[in-house]
């Protein structure tokens, strides 16, 4: 009832914005990577393009671009030449298009937005000091406030969804293929979400600078007290055959299904995606069974 | 010195390596196994004890696997270095791998339920059609040596790039292949060991009874068909044997890169002359070399025990050939396919100026017409506002194609191996190095630093290469061999990267297909102006490349002084490879397509056919640019893949047609 009421709120915000776009005087942005487009989707600024939107819409899932915005072509190579043809005021990159940085000066100022530095202070921390100074630099500060503050509550739903949860370390993984996970750990935005909740983290072990690790299954025999959370559901099949691999199908919390899916959250991109995870991961863990 | 004199019988590389693997794997055995556990529980584990269910689920079946996987690996490089007296012959030239995973790709992308059940089948299926390709298009030469190495690099060549096609717009969903094709031995369970098995013990059998062809197979065509061989037909059952050795292995535990290119080799270095002896070491060095680099993987920290094995051979593999290199006697190498078959043209001077009239159109073309936001445009002159978006790319993928073909070309001439493609100089490796470690360690590396870490990397590795050079018995293809050597280094990297699942990724991808993308104005008049030395070149070096593949007697004699024209020639290729790769990245295939199709159109001349090469590499460059940049507007495919995606057809069927 709650997320329903503000995903309507959080639409008709953004729907509201939109027809302010349109006008003469508003800024028009252009997302150079999905964490941009995401955090200018969450002040409730329409990007005039955003790269590879079908599969933003299928990975990152929100905030939902709306139909009108332009397709962009690759992540990695967004097309200079229709960028020419949009004119935008201000393009809005990540590190991954910094080498561009110099080029793309021809076209528009590019503002570099980064909410995952690589030190180990807290994610969700670093996420909302660089959607604060985005929306500093598009006059969006009281987007930015509303945004907040909408975040801050869904968080708190959160918690209360958890309130009961039982105290089991949780392995956060993403299944890679049948015999590999993708393992979320220190230094993870997903880890932060965690520290909220006073859920411990199952894996210890090293992460890359974006908080994750590639393991093998078997690993997972380190803590045969936990619980699995798998993020992404778009590889159950092969999750089923990860699980059934007789090392892990012996483990206790395999054989008493101390499992749980929940849809696709990008593991990146600040606070957006720090809110979808931390509503998917509530409602998945909250549930009565795990009480 | 000693090491090399040392080695008189295969025997001491195999109980070398045998050691070290025993010792190794006791050690990880032992570190598993929990105090007062009984041995034998490793066979009988109970369930409820983790300790014991890892070591019966997943050390022991990998042990078996690795065992398993390298001895067929060595057995197939063996077969196939005899069939086609090439020593750089090994499973991945024939694209037998590369079709697996191609196939592997589609099918995960477009029916993904197939694969739940029936990957093995989709991997077997993809080997068979990579190889019913290259006897397709070797049948008419009765599958002769040249023709077959040949159309084996075309096809993974080929496979290769359409699958880096799928990959540069599907990464986020190909995960799992990225895995697979890194080539890990880890295992979960006894069904990898299960499925090798008895494969293996059928197609080993089937070695066996191909003893005394292969033997006679390794002679030239002229003495086998006078001992009354049916050459084609024992060609074709060999290349089947080893075709399948390879798909089998490929299929249960990805691509093992070296194992089947060094084994055979320290097999035949250490003292295995005859066939048989050959083929039963080359499997036994085989089955311990990767068996104890897997254990080697196993024994690391756990962080780096992630490291695919099959790209860890590499990185062990290549210093031993480096010491082997020497030793190594070279079978007789593949000629380029020339003289009579070919027409020559009458009036080539003529045919070069069409060719630089149509360049010339191309790019007036290319900067003029394109897709757009409003659809197709046209707009002449500089006075359009896409101008200067259009001709910096437009002139790079020109430059870079015309370099890398005429690096292609030299190469070509001067080893006398028409595998010979820039890329396996080793150079556009170390450009690719030098920029990766640039990615990992810099924060946002601007495209200036790009470019300084590419050139550092590049000229790391020339230095390397003339330094190398100098001593004796570094000649020619055994400094190709260096070169293969060092690229599988660089392999290695991007393996780990693609399974730690890099966000940073991406980025890489598109840069190593060959993409114009980043080019700057000045990047693209540089690179100009480098073609243009390197024309200018052409003059002096012509009468040492057209009597170098003459062969090493008849250009002394001739007076080509060998040491000093080979490292000249060397510099050139790689200063020019070196270029093309930093501005534009590897394009390795029109290193191979300008040349040929140079001289499948009928340029015989050396000082003629590099100039023409360079004509056509960048003729087809900047079409492919073209044709990347428009045809799925706004996504754009990168010049080198696309160029290899459709020229690569159009270049088999002419080599079909012509030989």
Redesign the interface.
């Known amino acids: 009832m709650h997320r329903r009421t503000f995903i309507g709120g959080a639409s008709a915000f953004l729907f509201a914005r939109q027809g302010n776009a349109a006008g003469s005087n508003a800024i028009k942005t252009i997302a150079l990577n999905w964490p941009s487009a995401q955090n200018l989707l969450a002040l409730g600024i329409v990007p005039l393009g955003i790269p590879e939107i079908e ?1 933003y819409a299928r ?1 990152a899932v929100e905030p939902q671009a709306p139909a009108n915005v ?13 960028l ?3 004119r935008p005021d201000i393009l809005v990159l990540g ?9 793309l000066g ?1 076209i528009a100022p590019s503002y ?1 937005f980064n909410p995952d530095q ?1 030190d180990h202070s807290d994610r969700l921390a670093n996420g909302r000091q660089a959607l604060a100074d985005l929306a500093t630099r598009l006059n969006a500060g009281s987007a930015f406030q509303a945004f907040t503050a909408s975040f801050e509550r869904e968080l708190d739903d959160a918690r209360q969804r958890l309130q009961r949860y039982d105290g089991r370390p949780l392995f956060v993984a993403t299944v ?5 996970m ?1 393992v979320f750990g220190r230094n993870s935005l997903f880890q932060s979400v965690l520290d909220r909740f006073g859920i411990e983290n199952a894996w210890t ?2 992460t ?1 600078r ?1 908080g ?7 690993r997972l ?1 380190d803590r ?1 007290d936990a619980r699995l959370l798998c993020v992404g559901n ?2 159950v ?2 999750m089923d ?1 990860l699980l059934s ?4 199908s ?2 206790s919390f395999v054989k008493n299904r101390r499992i749980a899916l929940i849809p696709e959250v990008l593991f ?1 991109g600040g606070l957006p995606s720090a809110r979808r995870f931390s509503r998917l991961a509530s409602l998945a863990l909250g549930s009565e069974e795990y009480r | 010195m000693t090491l090399e004199k040392g080695i008189r019988h295969p025997a001491v590389p195999a109980v070398l390596l045998a050691m070290l693997a025993l010792m190794l794997a006791a050690r990880n055995i032992v570190g598993l196994l929990p105090d007062g556990m009984a041995f034998g529980s490793i066979l009988f584990p109970d ?2 004890v ?1 300790a014991e ?2 070591l ?3 050390i022991l079946p990998r042990v078996v696997v690795a065992l398993m996987a390298g001895a067929g690996l060595g057995l197939a490089g063996a077969i196939l270095q005899r069939i086609l007296r090439n020593p750089l012959a090994e499973p991945a030239t024939l694209g037998i791998s590369a079709g697996a995973h191609l196939l592997l790709a589609i099918v995960t992308l477009f029916c993904p339920a197939i694969l ?1 059940n029936g990957r093995e089948w989709t991997a077997f299926a993809g080997a068979l059609l990579a190889l019913l390709a290259i006897l397709a298009l070797s049948w008419g030469k009765g599958l002769s040596p040249v023709t077959v190495t040949l159309s084996g690099l075309i096809v993974s060549l080929y496979c290769g790039a359409a699958s880096a096609v799928l990959t ?2 599907n990464h ?2 190909l ?2 292949i990225f ?2 094709g890194a080539g ?1 031995l ?4 006894w069904g990898g060991a299960g499925f090798l098995a008895p494969r293996l013990v059928v197609l080993a059998i089937l070695a066996v009874l191909l003893l005394r062809p292969l033997t006679l197979l390794g002679l030239d065509d002229s003495s086998a068909r006078s001992l009354g061989l049916s050459l084609a037909a024992y060609r074709l059952l060999a290349l089947v044997v080893a075709a399948a050795l390879t798909a089998t292995i490929t299929v249960s535990v990805g691509i093992i890169s070296f194992v089947g290119l060094a084994a055979p080799a320290l097999a035949r270095t250490s003292g295995a002359r005859r066939t048989g002896a050959h083929l039963a070491w080359s499997a036994t060095i085989g089955a311990l070399l990767l068996t104890a680099t897997d254990q080697i993987v196993l024994s690391l920290p ?2 780096y ?2 490291f695919p094995t099959g790209a860890v051979t590499a990185l062990l593999g290549a210093p031993l050939l480096f010491l082997l290199i020497r030793r190594l006697k070279m079978l007789a190498p593949p000629r380029t396919a020339g003289g009579p078959v070919l027409g020559r043209l009458r009036y080539p001077q003529a045919a070069l100026v069409v060719l630089a009239a149509l360049i010339v159109l191309g790019l007036w073309a290319a900067v003029s017409i ?1 897709n ?3 659809g197709w445009s046209f707009s002449f002159g500089t006075d359009n ?2 101008f ?3 001709w910096p790319r437009a002139l790079a993928a020109f430059s870079g194609g015309a370099m890398l073909a005429l690096a292609g070309a030299v190469l070509q001439r001067m080893t006398g191996n028409p595998m010979a493609s820039p890329e396996v100089l080793g150079v556009s490796s170390g450009a690719m190095l030098g920029v990766i470690v640039l990615l990992l360690t810099a ?5 200036g ?2 470019i300084l870490a590419g050139a550092a990397g590049a000229f790391a590795v020339l230095a390397l290469m003339l330094a190398l050079s100098r001593k004796p018995g570094f000649s020619g293809d055994r400094l190709l061999l260096i070169g293969i050597a060092l690229s599988s280094v660089s392999g290695f990297v991007m393996a780990v990267l693609m ?6 990724l ?2 890489l ?2 840069w190593l297909s060959g ?1 114009t ?2 080019v ?1 104005p000045e990047e693209a008049l540089l690179a100009t102006a480098m073609l243009a030395a390197a024309l200018a070149c052409v003059p002096p070096i012509r009468r040492w490349l057209e009597l170098l593949p003459l062969g090493h007697e008849v250009a002394m004699a001739s007076g080509v002084p060998m040491t000093l024209s080979r490292n000249l020639l060397f510099s050139l290729c790689a200063l020019l490879t070196a270029g093309a790769t930093i501005l534009v990245g590897p394009l390795s295939f029109s290193g191979l397509m300008g040349p040929h199709l140079a001289r499948l159109a009928g340029f015989q001349r050396a000082g003629l056919q590099l100039v023409a090469s360079a004509l056509v590499g960048g003729l087809v460059l900047l079409v492919a640019d073209w044709i990347g ?1 428009n045809v799925i ?4 495919i990168p010049a080198g893949l696309l160029a290899t995606v459709v020229g690569g057809p159009l270049l088999l069927a002419l080599i079909g047609r012509r030989s």
């Open positions: 599969r990975l332009r397709e962009l072509g690759l992540r990695a190579e967004p097309n200079l030449e229709l020419v043809s949009l590190d991954d298009l910094a080498s561009m940085r110099e080029r021809a570099l690589a890679l293929d049948d015999r590999r993708l072990g090293f890359s974006y994750h690790a590639a393991i093998n299954v078997d025999a045969p778009e590889r099949v092969t055959r691999a007789p090392v892990i012996s483990l990146y | 369930h409820s983790t269910m890892l019966h689920y997943t739940a540069l717009f986020d969903f995960v799992s895995l697979w890990y880890d295992q979960q369970d756990v962080t025990r992630l394109g757009g936001s409003q506002l896409l200067d978006w259009r924060n946002a590396p601007t495209r630093e790009q399974a730690a699942q890099d966000p940073r991406s980025q991808l598109a993409s993308y980043g700057r940049r507007f706004p996504f754009q």
